[in-house]
């Protein structure tokens, strides 16, 4: 039986972060597109105390409302003694009159002048381990758009010694730049080990592989044989990126969706709006183009954008997840073809064969081995989770993406005759 967690469970883990330094196995899981990582030491200055007054807080503040609507709050771990002025962080700090202590009341009011895109809160600590409210900090956005890997930008510094935030009710997300450092969702604690990342190797990633290689193929003939593994990682990373970011949309929407990626083919599935959009597909090929110039600086000309257009044909690609992920919010799936290319949405699943009882597996790991899968019930989950379940058992090849209302993200597929089920899938880009 899972344990249940607590909000005193979320402050240790934050404290054992603190107390421990970051190590080269850290280091070495952040591709060299993503921003570097600098270094860290151990810091056992801030009181458990404190800790477990701010996660308790925060977490009463996640299931109350402000005029009918939860309470939504980024915040920032800051020393206001520490804090200097520089020309070379995108983030600013500006430090209110008084001090505010951190309580219920005044962490509530304060939640709307807080945004993850572009502003948090600061707190800190007095020399008594007492938590207080002592600034906003602006011009965020660099640090929420790589999170969410939005841009790849190297600009992104972390903000603060920690950041938390109020993602949903009863749920708290604690990170520091890229390291994940304890998530709290309705008593379960997912700590970086916990989740599963299958887009960084296993059957599923070897799926998206197929779609991959095919843009890439087509973007090689654009430069030269040795410059071939570039455009390959960079078309990789895209693409990744983008379904990810897409997913994290559904996931904020709180409405529930769907995303199924197959083989253009009319099995077992009636498009309620059938459509070409190929935007989506484009614009990744522009963008991946764009990170290979920057890494070798050997496209041909008549396809080079220059390093600083990415960031604008970044803010293009960003529009385009936005509008796939939009179409999530009308009833059905929203289908794509494996290079991301939108059939259509409001999907419906015919397909009305059930799974036998013995085939249906909860893995563990992103390559799903004997020593890892767990034995799941058909039943256990909802009916949008049972429709995109037999299909993919029923097609093998696909790979369905499922969010249920409350936030959770399942992945699932069918591998050699068993159709396995990934729950809580790596979708930040944190580690």
């Known amino acids: 039986m899972d344990t249940f967690s607590t909000p005193k469970d979320l ?10 330094p970051r190590t080269d196995n850290l280091l070495e899981q952040m591709p060299r597109y993503t921003p570097p990582i600098p270094s860290r030491q151990p810091n056992e200055n801030i009181p458990d105390s404190s800790l477990v007054t ?4 925060m977490y009463m503040a996640s299931i109350a409302t402000e005029e009918g609507q939860f309470v939504r709050i980024e915040l920032v771990y800051i020393d ?19 001090r505010l202590l951190f309580t219920l009341p005044n962490l509530i009011k304060l939640a709307p002048a807080s945004d993850p895109r572009n502003s948090a809160v600061a707190a800190f600590h007095d020399s008594d381990g007492t938590v207080f409210l002592w600034g906003l900090i602006d011009q965020r956005d660099p640090a929420y758009r790589v999170l969410r ?47 599963i990342d299958i887009f960084r190797s296993g059957p599923l990633m070897d799926m998206c592989d197929i779609g991959i290689r095919s843009i890439a193929h087509r973007l090689s003939e654009q430069v030269d044989d040795q410059f071939r593994d570039n455009i390959f990682s960079c078309t990789r990373h895209g693409v990744i990126s983008a379904l990810c970011t897409m997913l994290l949309r559904l996931q904020s929407f709180r409405h529930g969706g769907a995303i199924l990626i197959r083989k253009p ?36 000309p008549a396809y080079a954008y220059g390093s600083s257009n990415l960031l604008s044909c970044e803010e ?17 799936l929203v289908v794509m073809d494996q290079e991301l290319g939108v059939e259509g949405f409001g999907g419906i699943i015919r397909c009305q064969t059930i799974p036998p009882r013995d085939s249906v597996f909860r893995s563990h790991r992103a390559d799903p081995r004997e020593d890892g899968l767990e034995r799941l019930d058909y039943d256990h989950l909802g009916t949008r989770h049972q429709s995109m379940m037999r299909y993919c058992f029923e097609h093998p090849g696909t790979v369905g993406f499922v969010v249920s209302e409350d936030g959770d993200a399942r992945a699932m597929s069918s591998i050699k005759g068993r159709l396995i089920i990934w729950e809580n899938i790596k979708l930040l880009n944190v580690c």
Not at 149 to 164: D, V
Request: charged residues 25%.
């Open 54 to 57: 701010l996660c308790e807080t």
């Open 149 to 195: 890997r939005e841009i790849s930008s190297r600009t992104h510094e972390a903000c603060g010694i920690f950041e938390a935030s109020i993602e949903g009710p009863a749920n708290i997300f604690v990170h520091s730049g890229h390291e994940l450092i304890g998530e709290l969702n309705v008593g379960s604690l997912r700590q970086a080990t916990n989740y």
């Open 265 to 300: 083919q009319d099995d077992h599935l009636k498009i309620r709006y059938p459509m070409n959009y190929n935007r989506l597909t484009k614009t990744l090929e522009q963008c991946s183009l764009q990170r290979a110039q920057q890494l070798s600086e050997a496209v041909d």
């Open 11 to 20: 402050a240790k883990a934050i404290s054992n972060w603190l107390k421990s």
């Open 80 to 98: 206001p003694d520490r804090v200097q002025p520089r020309a070379d962080v995108s983030w600013q700090v500006f430090a209110f009159a008084e």
């Open 316 to 332: 293009v690609l960003d529009s385009a997840i936005w509008f796939v992920a939009v179409l999530s919010r009308v009833d059905g």
